[in-house]
């Protein structure tokens, strides 16, 4: 079973609208938790890391929460553009100095017009 | 992806074939990584190297060998390929300790047929 798990599995918003995506993972000890975006036929780029101790942190309109006493993460999107459709992965780190990453299998987003 | 370069980009095997794909990075960082994606499920690790001169095996290292054959070069070889191991791969790379982001390269799609 994957630790992570990611909901929705698609979401399709209209431009300029907000949406927030949801995390829940299964496994401790716990790291740190990354949210990444993956446009189609890309590399995933890097929006977010969090530590066990910090519970909010920005990249511009993406906002990722965490809480860890529920093993919960959300990942907040403002003002919705075209190019924000892509697949986000949230991440977590197995453990601390643990080079395996456990990968969700990602949230579809599709910004329409 | 800035700072990391796959080859190839696309190619098509015949079962029982072998191949290399290739991972250059100009970021001169110690740690190199290589993943498999596959359609509904995460990013998984095949195979990683910590520093120069180590490689470790990932969750799914089977049918896979690796080179570590500089700071900059971190090669994937597939000795015979099967079908399975129709995926696209990913290379990233990371400061030596596993907490800073992870950066990928943009992929190569290998069909097995």
């Known amino acids: 079973k994957n630790q992570v798990e990611q909901s929705p599995q698609s979401l399709i918003i209209l431009e300029g609208k907000n949406c927030t995506l949801q995390?829940?993972?299964?496994?401790?000890?716990?790291?740190?938790l990354r949210w990444y975006k993956q446009d189609t036929g890309r590399g995933p780029v890097s929006l977010t890391i969090?530590?066990?101790?910090?519970n909010t942190k920005s990249n511009g309109r993406y906002t990722a929460t965490l809480d860890a006493d529920t093993k919960q993460s959300s990942l907040h999107i403002t003002a919705s553009q075209l190019s924000d459709s892509a697949s986000y992965i949230c991440?977590?780190?197995?453990?601390?100095?643990?080079?395996?990453?456990?990968f969700g299998k990602g949230t579809k987003l599709s910004v329409i017009p | 992806n800035a700072g990391v370069t796959q080859t190839p980009k696309f190619q098509v095997l015949k079962t029982g074939q072998s191949m290399t794909l290739q991972c250059a990075q100009d970021?001169?960082?110690?740690?190199m990584y290589w993943y498999r994606q596959d359609p509904g499920m995460g990013l998984r690790l095949i195979y990683y190297?910590?520093?120069?001169?180590?490689?470790d095996k990932g969750e799914v290292p089977n049918g896979y060998n690796v080179s570590r054959l500089n700071k900059r070069e971190f090669s994937l070889r597939l000795e015979s390929a099967a079908p399975s191991q129709t995926s696209v791969y990913f290379c990233?790379?990371?400061?030596?300790?596993?907490?800073?982001?992870?950066?990928f390269g943009s992929g190569t799609r290998l069909t097995v047929v």
């Open positions: 991440v977590k780190t197995r453990g601390a100095g643990s080079y395996q990453l456990t």
């Open positions: 990233a790379i990371s400061e030596a300790v596993p907490n800073y982001g992870y950066t």
């Open positions: 970021m001169n960082h110690n740690s």
């Open positions: 995390c829940n993972y299964t496994v401790s000890p716990f790291s740190n």
């Open positions: 969090m530590t066990f101790s910090e």
């Open positions: 190297s910590a520093s120069e001169g180590t490689t």
